[in-house]
Every structure is written in structure tokens, then in C-alpha cells.
């Protein structure tokens, strides 16, 4: 398309050492990349340095940063404590391969702000938090079955990999086996009704959810869905897990649970948890993570949960994520990234206004999403959620988006790929014009172009 070649061109120009870093890329990392959401055509940015909201690539452009570190930087890039935190401990040692003081403070802030949380198992990432609470769930009921929802995500593993945004049949992506497979029920959120009727089978051992909404709520869900989950769960002996990677410490210090008022038995934690380095963990009931004890089922035989990894509760990761809390715990930095979301959202939707374009900015807490509503349907914003499908949301142009994500960084934005992005506590109302504006200029570069 002769447009997106304008756009591209432009683009190419800006981000010359980027366009050679990609193309060395190519030759050593599949796709040029190391994560699937890094992708951009006609080429990713390379950065060099961040702070605060915003980072620079190696071209010297610099970007208000929107991706903020998948969501785990609620305080920003280089939040000064943090770094001081970390530079100690990195100085002591970044991994003795035994117990040290930092992983009991840190579980111990954890369960300061998550009452739910009475025991703590850390883990690296995410991923491998939902595959341990997924095992703990099976172990601990004694039944085969995890029901997810469509379009909620909890990582790559091969539990979770499929049902997210194709498979919706619940047949595996590649190299996931197909009995495997059968062990995940993909469940809608458009009907408590039917999760009800689907747990009386009491075959399934947990139900996990993103508790704010599939993909960081670009498929909303209402809070009334989550209470009547926790008493269908409760009422069939199913356990509870609310996924909190991304929302956890971040919707509130104590995550959406606090919010929301609801007890899971299981939550599962990344991100934010670690203020930026690598690190997850599981936490929940002491009788469900008892399994991990090393003298579970010494008086009557029954075996423990296994868990290892090389990297749990790294010394770097846990004096990171302690100072974080910490800070989370005693400021209004959740807030503060509530509220800037919420002025982003506003702007962009009198943009969108203003600009005759269709397209609705969204969200809830801290995270903005852009449905560029291709059936170009009327809709206040009040009534966005029940008059969007998921099909809807999911079924954008993606030529459209992907164009959009390059106007924005050629105007200094980088959001995510979704479209959307993760505000954080230091996003400035500064911030937030700038990023306007530059929405402004690149709804303007596509339409000059025939795009919009
Ligand atoms: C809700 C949710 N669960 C799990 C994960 C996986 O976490 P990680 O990328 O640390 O493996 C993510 C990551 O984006 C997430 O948002």
C-alpha cells in the first residue's frame, strides 16, 4: 500500500540504527524479536535508556512510554529508591543458591497488603505463577479440570496458550498436546449462568480469571460477575484463582481483591510484585500451598507438590520488589496512575470527537484501550460495555492499528499492540497533552494519507 509506504518512509528515516539493529536481529533471534507483543512492521524501536514516563532509543528520539515495562513499572523507569535498593543488594550478591533475608521481607510485604495471601511461593515470572497455581489446584481437589475465560490471559504455558485470541474451540496451538488440551475448559464471561451449571459436574479444580477483565480489561467485565464466580465456586468446592499479574499492587496495594472485596483462594502475581526485575509468585490459602511443604503428607503418605526454580526469589528481584511495595503501600501511586489513565482516556475520546473519527479510548484503573470500532456503531462511552462484542473488540483492522502504533512513534508515543497501554504513577498532565497532541498529528498523517 503506497500510504503505509509514506508512513513507513518516514518512519525509516527517524529510526535509521534501528533499522540496522533489526536487520543483525533477524539473523540471530527468530522474528527479530523475544517476545510475540514486540512486533512491529515495518520494524521495532531500539531503546537505550528510559526514566520517569519516558525512554529514548538509540537514534535519540525520545517516546512517552506507554508499555511500561509490560505493565510492571507502576513507578516508572529508574524510580530512585528502587535503584538504590537494588544497587545495594547487587553489590552483597545476585544469587547465593540458598534462603536469604530479602525473600522473608518481601513475602511478608506481600502478605502485609494482600490479606489473602497467607502463604507465598515465589516463582520467576508470571507464566510459571498460573502453571504452579494450576498444579495446586489439580492436587488439592483431586480433579482433572481449569476453567478459563475466552480472551483472559495468564501467560504462555501450555495450560493457558490457547482460548486467548484464536482457538476459541479449545484446540491446541502448535506443540501443545491435544489431551492436554482437554484438561482446560474455555469458559464465557457473558454468562454466570452457564459457568454455574458447568461447575455442578464438580470435575473442575479451579477457575482462574483476569478479575478486571480479559487482557488487562480490553474485554470489560462487571464486578457482579466476580462476586457471583467466588459463591459458584465457593458453593462447588472449586477454588477460586484471580490472576493479578498485571492489576495486582496496581488497581489498588492490595490489587482488584481489595477492590472488589473478594477473597480468592488462589492469587496469582508478577510485575509490579518485583518492581521490574524477574519474579511471580503464588499465594493464597496456607492449606492449598501447604502442598509445597516438605512435610506435607508425612503422616499419611500422600505426596507433595514439586516446585523448583533456579531464579525464585532472586536477592535483585526481591530487594526491588520490597522497596516497591513499600513505596506502593504508603503513597498513592495507584491513584495517581488511576487518575492519569483516566485523564488520557478523556482526551482521547474529545479527539476522537473533534477528529469525526468512530474510535472510543476505554478502560478502567490505570489502562487505556482504543477500540477503532470498524462497524463505526454510536456509542457513549457509558454504554461502550454492553453494546461491544468481544468479536467486535477483538475483529480491528489490524493494517489500521499497526500504522496507527507507527504515526504515534513517529510523534514520540509507544503504545501497545492491543491498542492501548499501562499508565504509570509518574505520567505528568504534561504527559498526557503531549501524547493528545500527538494522537491529533497521527489521526491527521493517516487520514492525509487515505488511512482513516
Ligand atoms: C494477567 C496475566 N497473567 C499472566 C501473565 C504472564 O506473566 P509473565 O509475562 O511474567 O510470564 C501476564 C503477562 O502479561 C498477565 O498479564
Known amino acids: 500500500m503506497e500510504s503505509s509506504n509514506k508512513i513507513f518512509d518516514t518512519y525509516r528515516q527517524k529510526t535509521q540504527r534501528s533499522v540496522d539493529l533489526f536487520k543483525a536481529a533477524g539473523n540471530v533471534l527468530p522474528g527479530g524479536i523475544a517476545h510475540d507483543s514486540r512486533y512491529i512492521q515495518p520494524h521495532p524501536v531500539y531503546i537505550d535508556h528510559a526514566a520517569g514516563s ?19 513499572l507502576l513507578l516508572g523507569h529508574n524510580h530512585a529508591d528502587v535503584t538504590a535498593a537494588v544497587t545495594e543488594q547487587l553489590q552483597k550478591g545476585t544469587h547465593f543458591g540458598t534462603c536469604h533475608e530479602p525473600e522473608v521481607l518481601w513475602a511478608r510485604q506481600v502478605q502485609k497488603m494482600l490479606p489473602s495471601a497467607e502463604l507465598v511461593r515465589f516463582t520467576s515470572s508470571g507464566t510459571e505463577a498460573t502453571m504452579l497455581a494450576f498444579r495446586l489446584a489439580r492436587a488439592f481437589t483431586d480433579r482433572p479440570k481449569i476453567l478459563r475465560f475466552k480472551g483472559h490471559f495468564h501467560g504462555w504455558q501450555d495450560h493457558a496458550a490457547f482460548g486467548v485470541s484464536s482457538h476459541f474451540d479449545g484446540t491446541p496451538t502448535p506443540g501443545i498436546l491435544p489431551e492436554l488440551s482437554r484438561g482446560i475448559v474455555l469458559g464465557s464471561t457473558e454468562s454466570i449462568q452457564e459457568v454455574r451449571k458447568r461447575l455442578q459436574d464438580r470435575d473442575i479444580a479451579a477457575v482462574i480469571l483476569e478479575p478486571t477483565g480479559g487482557g488487562w480489561g480490553r474485554f470489560p467485565l462487571s464486578d457482579q460477575f466476580v462476586r457471583d464466580l467466588r459463591i459458584a465456586t465457593s458453593e462447588t468446592d472449586t477454588l477460586l484463582i484471580m490472576d493479578e499479574v498485571i492489576c495486582g499492587f496496581r488497581c489498588s496495594p492490595g490489587g482488584a481483591q481489595a477492590d472488589l472485596g473478594i477473597t480468592p483462594d488462589i492469587t496469582t502475581l508478577a510485575k509490579v510484585l518485583a518492581g521490574g526485575f524477574p519474579g511471580g509468585a503464588v499465594t493464597g490459602r496456607r492449606d492449598v500451598l501447604g502442598l509445597l511443604d516438605m512435610d506435607y503428607g508425612k503422616d499419611d503418605g500422600r ?5 523448583q526454580g533456579t531464579y ?3 536477592p535483585v528481584s526481591a530487594a526491588a520488589g520490597l522497596r516497591t511495595l513499600q513505596i506502593i503501600e504508603k503513597s498513592d501511586a495507584c491513584e495517581q496512575a488511576s487518575a492519569g489513565a483516566a485523564r488520557l482516556r478523556a482526551s482521547l475520546n474529545e ?11 476505554y478502560g478502567t484503573y490505570s489502562g487505556f484501550h482504543i477500540c477503532t470500532n470498524p462497524e463505526g456503531i454510536d456509542i457513549p462511552l457509558s454504554e461502550f460495555n454492553a453494546r461491544m462484542s468481544p468479536e467486535q473488540i477483538r475483529n480491528q483492522d489490524s493494517v489500521l492499528i499497526g500504522l496507527l502504533r507507527v504515526a504515534l512513534l513517529i510523534h514520540g508515543i509507544d503504545i501497545a499492540k492491543w491498542p492501548g497501554g499501562i499508565v504509570s504513577a509518574v505520567h505528568s498532565s504534561q504527559d498526557t497533552d503531549e501524547t493528545a497532541n500527538a494522537f491529533r498529528q497521527s489521526v491527521k498523517m493517516l487520514r492525509d494519507n487515505g488511512i482513516v
Do not use: L, Q, T
Request: aromatic share 16%; hydrophobic share 35%.
Open 54 to 72: 519516558r525512554k529514548w532509543d538509540v537514534d535519540g528520539n525520545e517516546y512517552i512510554d506507554y508499555f511500561g515495562g509490560h505493565g510492571a
Open 303 to 307: 505426596e507433595k507438590v514439586p516446585h
Open 312 to 314: 525464585n526469589a532472586n
Open 351 to 361: 479527539i476522537f470527537r473533534e477528529e469525526n473519527i468512530p474510535w472510543v479510548a
